[in-house]
């Protein structure tokens, strides 16, 4: 695993962006693994630009979300199918809707879409590159501590911490869902290869404990040490103290 200091958000982002796109480019077939969350507006905003720019075909690209609420329409503002439109599939609407995918959490048979999204990703996979934020609590997708490591789409019960967090995303922490359908750790691990960010102060100690911790359930980001192909890119704020800036 390789941790790399980029100093800022910004730089960050902008670096992940590129390396969607010459995905994207140099293979447009190529198939993505998604992230949400505030970690990933900016990367969004930059691969948007990228896209735009040079109008690149991405008729072929196929894409497959990390995770979804349970219980919010695909309308909900909250929800990770309006955050998608809103950051990239609106403002690039060159994707072919048949090749996004993203768990339907409002399902009345949540287990039935679970083992659906589950079965798809195992007949379209894998994922060339999987993104990835980190919860305060080092959760990867909806995979919180405790969560099995070869777990695949499963449906998760959240976390007070989970909860906590994102309730800045909300209008208060009792509008927040306390479930979600998520990727699986097994399933994360099966792209061929994955980009971690984290930024600000918040996640130091996130990125502190899997960085000094092995393979543990208690920890599912160290569920990452387990893979061959792994980049994790933060801020100076997440940054342990020896990891040089480049
Ligand atoms: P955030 O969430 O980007 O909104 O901090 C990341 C995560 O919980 O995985």
Request: glycine share 24%; aromatic share 0%.
């Given at each position: 695993m390789k941790i790399i200091n980029l100093g800022s958000k910004k730089l960050a982002s902008f670096y992940v962006a590129c390396e969607l796109y010459k995905e994207m480019s140099c293979q447009p077939t190529s198939k993505l693994g998604l992230a949400t969350g505030g970690t990933m507006t900016e990367v969004y905003k930059y691969l948007v630009e990228l896209l735009e720019k040079n109008q690149l075909d991405v008729s072929h690209v196929e894409t497959f979300n990390l995770d979804e609420y349970v219980g919010l329409k695909a309308e909900h503002p909250q929800s990770y199918h309006y955050y998608m439109n809103e950051v990239l599939f609106d403002q690039y609407p060159n994707f072919n809707k048949e090749n996004i995918h993203i768990p339907n959490g409002y399902s009345s048979q949540l287990e039935d879409e679970a083992e659906r999204y589950n079965q798809l990703l195992n007949d379209?996979?894998?994922?060339d590159i999987q993104i990835l934020g980190i919860g305060e609590n080092g959760h990867i997708g909806f995979n919180e501590p405790g969560t099995d490591l070869h777990s695949e789409t499963h449906i998760v019960d959240l976390t007070e911490s989970t909860i906590r967090a994102n309730s800045r995303y909300f209008e208060s922490e009792s509008d927040v869902p306390q479930q979600a359908v998520s990727m699986g750790l097994a399933s994360i691990l099966k792209a061929k290869r994955i980009i971690l960010l984290a930024f600000g102060e918040k996640k130091k100690e996130a990125i502190h404990q899997l960085m000094n911790n092995q393979v543990t359930k208690d920890i599912p980001s160290t569920i990452l040490h387990a893979h061959p192909n792994v980049e994790v890119y933060v801020d100076d704020e997440a940054a342990p103290p020896h990891i040089d800036k480049v």
């Open positions: 379209r996979g894998p994922v």
